[in-house]
Nanobody
Framework: QVQLVESGGGFVQAGGSLRLSCAAS????????MGWFRQAPGKEREFIAR????????YYADAVRGRFTVSRDNAPNTMGLQMNSLKPEDTGVYYC???????????????WGQGTQVTVSS
């Protein structure tokens, strides 16, 4: 069993930056996959980024590629999501997830955090 806790959400103006963190209750295995998803108001949850815990493989959704970067944080067992050039359409609840398959689908991730709200104003 793994607990995931997101932090770092908040309110920012368009063009600004935020950094989210996802802390795991235990060290992920090197072949574990850590993902970020988000859910905008009235929409389904969507994949935005994932990385292998070893850091050897990252992948981004088209909507965030070039603006968002996923990486391991300095804090133990923690993954970060650096979000730059934020847009109002980036508004939503951001979730981190942990799985064992390199994938972009929700069902591929077994453990989920509670989510953190990100609001980008125009």
């Amino acid at each position: 069993q793994v607990q995931l806790v997101e932090s770092g959400g908040g309110f920012v103006q368009a063009g600004g930056s935020l950094r989210l963190s996802c802390a795991a209750s235990r060290r992920p295995f090197s072949d574990n996959v850590m993902g970020w998803f988000r859910q905008a108001p009235g929409k389904e949850r969507e994949f935005i980024a994932r990385m292998t815990w070893s850091g050897g493989s990252t992948y981004y959704a088209d909507a965030v590629r070039g603006r968002f970067t996923v990486s391991r944080d300095n804090a133990p067992n923690t993954m970060g999501l650096q979000m730059n050039s934020l847009k109002p359409e980036d508004t939503g609840v951001y979730y981190c997830a942990l799985g064992t398959t390199i994938a972009t689908t929700e069902r591929s991730y077994r453990y989920w955090g509670q989510g953190t709200q990100v609001t980008v104003s125009s």
